[in-house]
């Protein structure tokens, strides 16, 4: 089994920056789908950003240019550097990762962004 624990989360003033955390307890390496999920109240859970295992990667429209989703596999982490924030942003954002059919999700860590 795979554990997922974000960190990083926080407030943060429009046009800021956070880098969130997702400390995987299995190596990254073999998972063949990492990503950044985030909700907003009223609104459903959508993918922020993606890394496949051959490191393809993916950005939603609303971030593409702000965001940066990396990894660590030394130390078995994925990051989402977001940049220019906006208060749209405000969200719970969760870790996901998904290997031999199986989906992790970790316990979100919450992003404000507001003046």
């Known amino acids: 089994q795979v554990q997922l624990v974000e960190s990083g989360g926080g407030l943060v003033q429009p046009g800021g920056s956070l880098r969130l955390s997702c400390a995987a307890s299995?190596?990254?390496?073999?998972?063949?789908?990492m990503g950044w999920y985030r909700q907003a109240p009223g609104n459903q859970r959508e993918l922020v950003a993606s890394i496949t295992n051959s490191g393809t990667t993916y950005y939603t429209d609303a971030v593409k240019g702000r965001v940066t989703i990396f990894t660590d596999n030394a130390k078995n982490t994925v990051y989402l550097q977001m940049n220019i924030l906006k208060p749209e942003g405000t969200a719970v954002y969760y870790c996901h990762s998904a290997i031999d059919g199986l989906r992790f999700w970790g316990q979100g860590t919450q992003v404000t962004v507001s003046a």
């Open positions: 299995g190596s990254i390496s073999t998972m063949g789908f």
